[in-house]
């Protein structure tokens, strides 16, 4: 069985691509044949996460330049390569582009995955609403308000966004190195934000909440993992503040489960998510997390979370951050793990229902041929 996975935004190390590289790698590939397309020019370290999750990396780096190249480039590729299941993922009928493809190309498993509760070009997303309502098969959604969104009444099924346990577990000896690591002293307060640089995660609005909280705490730090087309943009806004020598942009890293235990907490400002994935990561940590309160609840599994809104100043903000009670982290682990595996977020179980899936559709629609 051919699987070819789409994430419609490129392959970089966000969300998604997490998501489909951590089910990969819990995922038993036995009679399974995985890919992941990259429609950008990839990034070389979510190129090796993908290859690490067991998967191959097939290029068609067109989507964003030359969108009907692309079109015809994928269709050619599904008939030569007699792709059994498309699994498109992404935040908009959008998505058409690969559905259709599909669809000529004679697959007859097409699942359109939805990642978010909103998107960017709502024009043409409501534009091409007509024809993605009828180029999928099946319906996967992060969370029911991404559902609700991508696929109003009709049915879908929710696809929680599972995350290995143990690999983002709070560890006391990672809090020493990678403080050390960071050049940030021990007794450092450390503020983190993981995620791409767009419009989305509104980073400036982050940054001025960091502000606020540097004016009362002169030892307080703000890490910035990832990288985005608005990077630059916001390494110029701190430039200029006051911040400037107490915030860290680490650039795209590989292994941010072993960061997290040097923070202490979290911060996601985004003006709109689906179910963020890092939020389920940085609870699982043990830390708290202050969130917008556009973004869905759904992502609350444990009384770490707590939502503020953005019509707030950041100065309130700051003032949430000040009087979080930071908790005893090894203490807290199991009760917290218990609560992430009854919600549903423990990645071995997700995969292996993920893989029964694939199979019944396979089944279903194809036939029992291998």
Not at 1 to 24: A, N
Not at 255 to 267: E, G, K, T
Not at 345 to 350: F, P, Q, T
Not at 365 to 370: H, I, W
Request: aromatic share 10%; net charge positive.
């Amino acid at each position: 069985m051919k699987v070819l996975h789409i994430p419609t935004g490129g392959l970089f190390s966000d969300g998604i691509l997490s998501c489909i590289t951590d089910y990969m790698a819990a995922m038993d590939k036995t009679d399974l044949d995985i890919r992941v397309l990259a429609t950008n020019n990839a990034e070389d370290v979510a190129v090796q996460r993908v290859k690490k999750s067991g998967c191959k990396v097939v290029s068609i780096p067109y989507r964003k330049t030359k969108i009907v190249k692309y079109f015809f480039s994928l269709y050619k590729y599904l008939v030569k390569e007699g792709i059994d299941i498309v699994h498109v993922h992404g935040s908009s009928a959008i998505m058409s582009v690969e559905l259709i493809a599909a669809m000529l190309a004679g697959c007859k498993v097409r699942i359109a995955h939805s990642h978010n509760t909103t998107c960017e070009h709502p024009e043409v997303d409501k534009l091409l609403r007509p024809i993605f309502n009828k180029a999928y098969t099946e319906a996967f959604a992060c969370g029911s308000e991404a559902g609700k969104w991508m696929f109003g009444n009709r049915k879908f099924t929710i696809i929680p966004n599972g995350r290995d346990i143990k690999k983002y577990e709070y560890d006391a000896q990672s809090r020493i190195n990678y403080r050390n690591k960071l050049r940030i002293p021990r007794d450092a307060f450390i503020v983190g934000h993981v995620g791409r640089f767009n419009i989305q995660k509104n980073h400036e609005y982050l940054v001025r909440v960091f502000e606020e909280l540097y004016k009362n705490d002169k030892n307080t730090y703000l890490v910035l993992v990832g990288t985005g087309e608005k990077i630059d943009e916001i390494k110029d806004l701190v430039k200029k503040s006051m911040i400037k020598d107490n915030v860290i942009f680490t650039g795209v890293i590989d292994n941010v489960a072993d960061y997290l235990s040097a923070f202490d907490v979290m911060l996601l400002p985004s003006l709109y998510e689906g179910l963020p994935m890092v939020v389920i990561e940085w609870q699982i940590a043990g830390l708290p997390c202050i969130v917008s309160d556009t973004v869905t609840k759904e992502c609350a599994i444990t009384p770490l979370v707590k939502f503020k809104s953005l019509k707030e100043s950041p100065k309130n903000w700051a003032k949430t951050i000040e009087n979080i009670s930071l908790q005893d982290r090894e203490k807290n682990k199991e009760l917290l793990f218990n609560s992430i595996r009854k919600a549903g977020y423990d990645i071995e179980s997700g995969a292996e229902r993920l893989r029964d899936r694939y199979i019944d559709l396979y089944n279903s629609k194809l036939g029992t041929k291998k």
